[in-house]
């Protein structure tokens, strides 16, 4: 389970940010003001910090990823900032920061830079075949097999599986499927999203012992060879 730390003063934006990444299973902690978010960021262990550039009391995002960076801490930061100038954007790169993101933002694209950060972190390249339980697919020939059965998807149908594989065990929202696999940026109020997964399951489950994808109430959907927790 990831661990990140939010440090933002604006209640709204800090709220949607730990709602959005407790939707993914990460473990999330969210400090309103600089002291206490430096505080946090050197005494715990934290796969990346998401950091508001623009923060009260004179101690903002700036301050604290110098400060950071001068006591030798490279935990992978992402600034969130409402500046959008080049100029701002070098200073924050140059001050350490992994990444930089202006607002207002998708969750869905801060969702892959991070992703893209722990990458970075563990050196790890894109795996070009994702595998879960029986289940197998090949990212480059775009070939889906499940027990050595090969599975007939459409296109979108492939996109909406390996979407899932990348989250194993994690719950999928209807709104990042929304987002990842049909690039909407708005819910266009069908049921789109329960009709393929409905296609998907007779292609991926059906005849097999142990089902793959997982309803979770209210939320969405999970790919994992585990039912997800009541």
Same mark, same amino acid.
């Given at each position: 389970?990831?661990?990140?730390?939010?440090?933002?003063?604006?209640?709204?934006?800090?709220?949607?940010?730990?709602?959005?990444?407790?939707?993914?299973?990460?473990?999330?902690?969210?400090?309103?003001?600089?002291?206490?978010?430096? $505080?946090?960021?050197?005494?715990?262990?934290?796969?990346?910090?998401?950091?508001?550039?623009?923060?009260?009391?004179?101690?903002?995002?700036?301050?604290?990823?110098?400060?950071?960076?001068?006591?030798?801490? $490279?935990?992978?930061?992402?600034?969130?900032?409402?500046?959008?100038?080049?100029?701002?954007?070098?200073?924050?790169?140059?001050?350490?920061?992994?990444?930089? %993101?202006?607002?207002?933002?998708?969750?869905?694209?801060?969702?892959?830079?991070?992703?893209?950060?722990?990458?970075?972190?563990? &050196?790890?390249?894109?795996?070009?075949?994702?595998?879960?339980?029986?289940?197998?697919?090949? %990212?480059?020939?775009?070939?889906?097999?499940?027990?050595?059965?090969?599975?007939?998807?459409?296109?979108?149908?492939?996109?909406?599986?390996?979407? %899932?594989?990348?989250?194993?065990?994690?719950?999928?929202?209807? $709104?990042?499927?929304?987002? &990842?696999?049909?690039?909407?940026?708005?819910?266009?109020?069908?049921?789109?999203?329960?009709?393929?997964?409905?296609?998907?399951?007779?292609?991926?489950?059906?005849?097999?012992?142990?089902?793959?994808?997982? $309803?979770?109430?209210?939320?969405?959907?999970?790919?994992?060879?585990?039912?997800?927790?009541?």
């Amino acid at each position: 389970m990831p661990r990140f730390l939010i440090i933002e003063d604006d209640s709204q934006n800090a709220r949607f940010l730990a709602e959005g990444m407790r939707e993914l299973q990460a473990e999330v902690c969210v400090c309103p003001d600089g002291v206490q978010g430096l $505080t946090q960021a050197v005494t715990g262990h934290w796969d990346a910090i998401v950091l508001d550039r623009m923060l009260p009391d004179g101690f903002d995002g700036l301050k604290i990823l110098q400060a950071l960076r001068g006591m030798g801490n $490279t935990t992978p930061v992402l600034v969130l900032s409402a500046l959008s100038a080049t100029d701002e954007r070098v200073r924050c790169l140059k001050a350490g920061c992994d990444d930089y %993101l202006t607002k207002p933002f998708a969750f869905s694209e801060l969702q892959a830079r991070l992703e893209a950060l722990l990458r970075r972190v563990q &050196s790890a390249a894109p795996a070009p075949v994702l595998e879960v339980g029986d289940l197998r697919l090949d %990212l480059l020939s775009r070939h889906a097999e499940r027990g050595g059965r090969t599975l007939m998807l459409q296109p979108r149908e492939f996109r909406l599986l390996a979407f %899932l594989a990348r989250h194993v065990d994690q719950t999928v929202t209807r $709104t990042m499927l929304l987002e &990842s696999v049909w690039d909407y940026r708005f819910d266009p109020q069908t049921n789109v999203i329960d009709v393929h997964i409905s296609r998907l399951r007779n292609k991926v489950d059906k005849g097999f012992e142990q089902p793959l994808i997982h $309803t979770v109430r209210g939320v969405g959907y999970c790919l994992s060879t585990q039912p997800p927790a009541p």
